[in-house]
C-alpha cells in the first residue's frame, strides 16, 4: 500500500509527500510538511507496546514541558496494519533537529550539555509516578537477547565479561518509588529544538519504558561518544563530561559502565539485522566499540 492511500486512512490528503532528509528508516514520510506517516515493524508484541507507549505518554505530559507526539485517531483507531507494519501519522512537531544519530559529532558542548540536563530533568519530574511495575523488565531482556545473538561475533574473553556484566545490572534492583520515565532513545535526532536552540519536543517513543534512569543516560552517553568517521575510540574527557552534565550520583556513577556496555551491545545487535544502507559499517564499528568499551573498564 502506497504513503497516499495509507494517508487517507488517517483523514489525509496531502498534496506533497517527501522524505525527512536525516532519516535512515524507508517507512518515515512527511506530508505537506505537516504531518509525519510512520510505520514500525510488526512484531508479536507491537500493538501492545504502542498502547503502553500512548498510556506512558498521555501519564508523563503534564510534568515535563516537552511536546510529545500525538497520534491521529481514525474511526476510533490511532493506527493502521497494512502487512507487517503498523501505521501512525501524527502532527509535525515545529522545529528542528541538532544532528541525526549518524553524525554525533555536530553537536556543540553547549548542546551536549542541553541534552543531558535535558534527561536529567525529565527523569527527576518523572521519578516515582508510577505505582505499578512494568511487567517486561525491557533493558535486560534486550541486553540478553543481544548477548545470544553476538556470541559468536565477539572474541571469547568479551563474551565472558560481557555475561559477567549482565548479571551485575541484573542484581541492580532499583526501588519503583525511584524508577521514572525512560525515553529509550533520547539523543540529538530525537530532540526538537526551537529557533533559541532550546529543547521543545520529543521524537521516537517506541522504546519508552517506566525504568532505571541509567537505562536512558548509558544510551545517550553511549550514542553520544560515537564518532563514524574514524575509528572507535574512547574520549574519556568526553565521556566524563557527560556523566557531570546528567549529575551522577555516587551508587551511580558504580553501576554506570555496565549500563554503558550493555546498551552497546543492543545497539550492535540492532545494527547486526538492520536493512539500511552501511549497516555491515555500523555494525563493525559497533562491535569494537563494545570491545573497547570492555576493556576501558576492566582495565
Known amino acids: 500500500m502506497d504513503p497516499q492511500t495509507i494517508a487517507h486512512h488517517f483523514g489525509l490528503f496531502p498534496q506533497k509527500i517527501s522524505r525527512p532528509h536525516h532519516t535512515v528508516l524507508s517507512s518515515v514520510y512527511l506530508l505537506d510538511d505537516a504531518f509525519v506517516l510512520r510505520a514500525r515493524v510488526l512484531h508479536d508484541d507491537t500493538v501492545a507496546r504502542f498502547r503502553q507507549e500512548l498510556t506512558l505518554c498521555n501519564r508523563v505530559k503534564a510534568f515535563i514541558p516537552y511536546t510529545l507526539p500525538k497520534p491521529r485517531i481514525m474511526n476510533g483507531r490511532r493506527y493502521l496494519i497494512t ?11 515545529p522545529g528542528s533537529i541538532v ?14 550539555k542541553c541534552l543531558m540536563q535535558t534527561l536529567r530533568m525529565m527523569h527527576d519530574r518523572t521519578r516515582g509516578l508510577f505505582s505499578a511495575p512494568q511487567t517486561r523488565p525491557f533493558f535486560l531482556l534486550e541486553a540478553e537477547k543481544a548477548l545470544i545473538d553476538l ?6 574473553s568479551a563474551s565472558s565479561n560481557l555475561h559477567h556484566v ?22 540529538h535526532g530525537n530532540a526538537v529544538v526551537n529557533v533559541m536552540g532550546k529543547i521543545t519536543g520529543l521524537l521516537d517513543l517506541d522504546w519508552c519504558r517506566i525504568g532505571n534512569p541509567l537505562e ?11 564518532d563514524f568517521r574514524k575509528p572507535a575510540v574512547i574520549d574519556q574527557m568526553h565521556l566524563e ?9 555516587v551508587s551511580q556513577k558504580k553501576m554506570f559502565p555496565h549500563y554503558l556496555i550493555l546498551a552497546a551491545v543492543y545497539d550492535a545487535s540492532l545494527f547486526k ?3 539500511f544502507a552501511r549497516h555491515g559499517f555500523y555494525f563493525c564499528y559497533q562491535l569494537s566499540l563494545v570491545e573497547l568499551l570492555g576493556s576501558f573498564f576492566s582495565s
Request: glycine residues 4%.
Open 83 to 93: 502487512g507487517r507494519k503498523l501505521w501512525t501519522a501524527y502532527s509535525l512537531i
Open 273 to 275: 539485522h538492520a536493512s
Open 216 to 226: 536512558d543516560v548509558a544510551y545517550t552517553i553511549m550514542m553520544s561518544l560515537r
Open 99 to 112: 544532528c541525526s544519530w549518524q553524525h554525533p559529532e555536530l553537536a556543540t558542548t553547549l548542546q551536549n
Open 166 to 187: 549482565l548479571d551485575v545490572v541484573k542484581s541492580d534492583r532499583l526501588p519503583l518509588s525511584q524508577r521514572c520515565f525512560v525515553h529509550g532513545d533520547f539523543h
Open 151 to 156: 556470541q559468536n561475533d565477539l572474541s571469547p
Open 241 to 249: 563530561q557527560l556523566q557531570s552534565w546528567y549529575g551522577l550520583t
